[in-house]
Nanobody, 122 residues
Framework: QVQLVESGGGLVQPGGSLRLSCAVS????????VAWFRQAPGKEREGVSC????????YYVDSVKGRSTISRDSDKNTVFLEMNSLKPEDTAIYYC???????????????WGQGTQVTVSS
């Protein structure tokens, strides 16, 4: 059974940084893709970034490009999303998800975590 567990959310001041973690377990194949999505109140779920386990291909949505880094620790089966220069508009519940296709279409992801709240406020 595939499971994803997020951690690392919290309250941070504008301009600050956070590192989110997604622990992945239960995959029986070597290749898969892990993505981060976020959903703010009253808004649709938005893809933020994704990384593949094959040669660590990465992709970022324009709104976080240049101030976010997605990475993974293959030994620990954990994917990280480090976000810097955080803005109030980054406030959302952040979810990690796993699938088999690179990209940020939620429909391509079959397994989801429970989410972690990120609040950017002074």
């Amino acid at each position: 059974q595939v499971q994803l567990v997020e951690s690392g959310g919290g309250l941070v001041q504008p301009g600050g940084s956070l590192r989110l973690s997604c622990a992945v377990s239960g995959f029986t194949v070597d290749y898969y893709v892990v993505a981060w999505f976020r959903q703010a109140p009253g808004k649709e779920r938005e893809g933020v970034s994704c990384i593949s386990t094959f040669v660590d291909n990465t992709y970022y949505v324009d709104s976080v490009k240049g101030r976010s880094t997605i990475s993974r620790d293959s030994d620990k089966n954990t994917v990280f999303l480090e976000m810097n220069s955080l803005k109030p508009e980054d406030t959302a519940i952040y979810y990690c998800a796993a699938g088999f296709k690179m990209g940020l279409d939620p429909a391509d992801y079959h397994f989801w975590g429970q989410g972690t709240q990120v609040t950017v406020s002074s």
